[in-house]
């Protein structure tokens, strides 16, 4: 069975290539600091000794519940929505505005993927603070 330490390492090494990819391919970086998110989530979750759910959204809700005592729970579930929102976006062609098909890169600008990255890299490091 995996550990919560096991997703620690995960969500911090995830962190680090979105850190570093940013500049080549800025919608892997979003993705990867989805999985770092959803990785401190799973981490969480076994830290609260409870079993981690294979569905992304069941995950990221089975967090927010289990998180909910944290002075910073607003701001995990805000972020929560942010990154659940745009993750099969970063992935694979979507509509865009005008309803048209779009790959990742051109769904999301540089800044977009950076400022999501901000907001996950420090709750990732505080949370990780804390399994």
């Not at 969500?11 to 600091?33: C, D, I, K, N």
Request: hydrophobic share 45%; proline share 3%; glycine share 2%.
């Amino acid at each position: 069975m995996a550990t919560a330490d096991q997703y620690r390492e995960i969500a911090q090494r995830y962190l680090q290539a979105a850190h570093h990819s940013l500049t080549l391919v800025h919608e892997a970086a979003g993705f990867a600091a989805y999985h770092s998110f959803e990785s401190i989530a799973a981490a969480w979750i076994l830290r609260s000794s409870q079993a981690v759910p294979r569905s992304h959204s069941k995950k990221l809700t089975t967090f927010i519940r289990f998180y909910q005592s944290e002075s910073d729970c607003r701001a995990v579930a805000t972020v929560a929505i942010a990154v659940s929102s745009v993750r099969n976006r970063m992935l694979y062609p979507s509509p865009d505005a005008q309803n048209m098909d779009q790959t990742p890169q051109n769904l999301f600008t540089h800044a977009e993927v950076s400022k999501l990255l901000s907001r996950v890299n420090g709750l990732v490091i505080q949370i990780a603070n804390k399994v």
